[in-house]
Each structure stands twice: as C-alpha cells, then as structure tokens.
C-alpha cells in the first residue's frame, strides 16, 4: 500500500515538475521575443531619426547653397538674362519717310519704338512720346559710352547727354538700358542724315 502512494507520488511530482519547467520555458521565450521586437523598434525609430536628421542637413545644405548662388549673382551686378548680347540687328530708317510708320520704327520691346522725324531733331522713342524732346527723348532709354563688358561700370545718362553732338555719335560704341523693361543692348550707330532729312541707321543686339 506504502509502495502504491509513493508512486502515485512520483507520478504526481513528475508531471508538477515537468509542468512548470514547460511554464517557464515559454515565458522565457515570450520575453526574449518583447525583448527582441523592443529592439527591433528601437532601431527602426533610430534609423528614421538618423534619415529624418539627415534630410534636414540635405535641407540646410541647399538652402545655403541656394543662399550662396544668390549672393554670387547680386555681387556680379546685372543678372545675365538683363543683357541682350545675342546677334547683331541692323535697322535702317531712310530720308523723308514717315515716323508714324512702323516700318520706319525699330520696336525693340512693347515699351521701346526707336524712329526719328524729318525735322532735324534726335531720335525719340514713338512708344512713348509723338515727337522728340532735346533733353529727354527717346523717353524710357538711358545711354552710355561703352560696351556690354564693362556694364557694371558704365555711367547711363540720356541720350544727348551721353552722346553730347547725335551728328557725332556715327562709330561709337554704345550701350543703351531700357529702362521699363530693365535690359541693357550694345548699339553703334552707322549713319545719321542732316539737314532735316530725318534718316539714321545702327546695328544693335538681340536677345
């Protein structure tokens, strides 16, 4: 009888036994596991972190960068795409004919129509003006004495006083800015009439 319950004892110990090490083995490997996906967590929030860091350092860079281009731009002076310095336009307008005439007016933009009357006066800007004044005509230009390389240093003023004499200017080398429109163009003019015949002619540049 003694034998029998000391089995049953056994038995009973044996299965406790194996019970709980069952127990602790699986939570054992459930924690191994929240250790792992922490981990893995931690390490996924690091690297966006690091990406998130990394994108704002791309940021800062092109903004300075962007900064840095500006800047060199403004010290340059006049941005480039202000400077029409493409190919050569020569415009001819011959003795006694009209003004009014769009032919006989060189339209270098909407706000520029560069043409000269038949009364012995300067050219005028017919955009802007219906004849020419001395002092200010053509209205909405200024010029100087010079070329479109040394830009940043030429002194603009209008065109008779830049040019002093407009029976002079034939040969020179000239830079006119259009004010309104802020573009800058090299011109020299090729021929100028007298004796109220009205006519001149100049090559300039194109955009």
């Not at 043409?115 to 020419?132: F, H, L, M, P, W």
Request: proline residues 2%.
């Amino acid at each position: 009888m003694k034998d029998k319950k000391l089995d049953i004892l056994k038995t009973f110990f044996t299965l406790f036994v194996s019970i709980f090490t069952l127990t602790l083995f699986n939570h054992c490997g459930s924690s191994n596991d929240e250790e792992s996906d922490l981990y893995v967590n931690e390490v996924s929030t690091q690297n966006s972190n690091d990406e998130s860091n990394n994108g704002n350092s791309e940021n800062t860079n092109s903004n300075n960068n962007s900064n840095g281009e500006t800047n060199s731009n403004l010290s340059e002076g006049i941005p480039s795409v202000k400077i029409w310095s493409g190919a050569l336009k020569a415009f001819v307008k011959g003795d006694e004919m009209d003004p009014k005439n769009q032919l006989n007016q060189d339209r270098i933009t909407d706000n520029v129509w560069i043409t000269r009357g038949n009364d012995g006066g300067q050219i005028y800007n017919v955009a802007k003006e219906s004849n020419d004044n001395k002092t200010q005509s053509p209205i909405g230009t200024q010029w100087a004495l010079g070329t479109l390389d040394k830009v940043n240093d030429l002194n603009f003023k209008n065109f008779r006083a830049a040019v002093s004499s407009p029976k002079n200017v034939v040969g020179k080398d000239l830079v006119v800015h259009l004010t309104d429109d802020d573009i800058y163009l090299s011109i020299k003019f090729k021929s100028w009439s007298q004796g109220k015949k009205g006519g001149f002619s100049y090559e300039r540049s194109t955009k």
